[in-house]
């Protein structure tokens, strides 16, 4: 059995905020485009390889400049680029500019582990989401540049590519 799922629903627990997904589906395409020297790509652009909503792309990119992660140029010719290799920018780095909350919801409801007895829940979640956060910070954006992964490989170059690369 794989474990990509069981990593998706773990990572779920820990960036719940939409935005954070637009923030790593617009750090991977970045990532993508990294190896090209000089090579800088719109918001737009980046709205449109990942259908993801533009104004929200625009917004994700300005935080993302704004921590140092991309950097970005106006103009003809402008764009935006990873600040840094790919290699050396984590999940993480990218999860906790969009997330305030890192604690696990409690499934008994608020107030409840916070006061007197944990819910007997509350280590595996505790567990789970130290998994999560190991994952996150032990992944870095490099893992989208990696041709070894075909299902990487795959995703990246979307569903009709990957189709004809099988015949």
């Known amino acids: 059995m794989s474990k990509r799922p069981i990593v998706k629903e773990v990572a779920g627990l820990i960036y719940r905020n939409r935005m954070t997904q637009y923030a790593i589906a617009a750090m991977s395409r970045l990532a993508e485009l990294y190896p090209e020297p000089d090579s800088r790509v719109s918001a737009v652009q980046i709205a449109t390889d990942r259908n993801l909503p533009r104004p929200v792309v625009a917004k994700v990119l300005s935080v993302l400049a704004q921590a140092g992660l991309v950097r970005g140029a106006p103009g003809p010719g402008g764009g935006y680029r990873l600040a840094r290799p790919p290699g050396e920018i984590s999940l993480h780095d990218v999860v906790v500019l969009f997330e305030s ?5 409690c499934p008994f409801g608020p107030g409840w582990c916070g006061n007197n007895t944990p819910c007997p829940l509350h280590d595996s979640l505790m567990r789970l989401k130290k998994m999560a956060i190991d994952h ?3 992944t870095h954006f490099d893992v989208f540049t990696d041709e070894r992964d075909p299902d990487v490989a795959g995703l990246l170059k979307g ?7 099988r015949h």
């Open 101 to 105: 909350d890192n604690d696990v919801d």
């Open 136 to 138: 996150l910070q032990h």
């Open 159 to 165: 569903p009709a590519a990957a189709a004809s690369d």
